[in-house]
Nanobody, 125 residues
Framework: QVQLVESGGGLVQAGGSLRLSCAASGKIFSINTMAWYRQAPGKQRELVASITGDGTTNYADSVKGRFTISRDNAKHTVYLQMNSLKPEDTSVYYC???????????????????RGQGTQVTVSS
């Protein structure tokens, strides 16, 4: 079993910064791609940023130059540093992994498409 737990959301004024964290728990062997999505009420889910196991990153155009995704493989944690926040960044942010290899007894198993419970980010104007 694998669980993703986000933290770091909150209320911030426009122009401010927040740092989100997402820790994967369980007897983890490795994690492939880790990512952050967001979804605001009435809007489609949007990929914000992703990072592969070897550190290759990808960003939505709307956050390029303002957000930075990083990961600590030893801690099975992904971060999202958000600077110069705008009111339009207000959303629930979800952590996502496409494939986690974890130990179940003596066996390695896959946990595909895991998602955290989400953390609210609110940016006031």
């Amino acid at each position: 079993q694998v669980q993703l737990v986000e933290s770091g959301g909150g209320l911030v004024q426009a122009g401010g910064s927040l740092r989100l964290s997402c820790a994967a728990s369980g007897k983890i062997f490795s994690i492939n791609t880790m990512a952050w999505y967001r979804q605001a009420p009435g809007k489609q889910r949007e990929l914000v940023a992703s990072i592969t196991g070897d550190g290759t990153t990808n960003y939505a155009d709307s956050v390029k130059g303002r957000f930075t995704i990083s990961r600590d493989n030893a801690k099975h944690t992904v971060y999202l540093q958000m600077n110069s926040l705008k009111p339009e960044d207000t959303s629930v942010y979800y952590c996502y992994t496409d494939n986690v290899l974890y130990y179940s007894g003596d066996y390695l198993r896959n946990a595909f498409d895991s998602r955290g419970q989400g953390t609210q980010v609110t940016v006031s104007s």
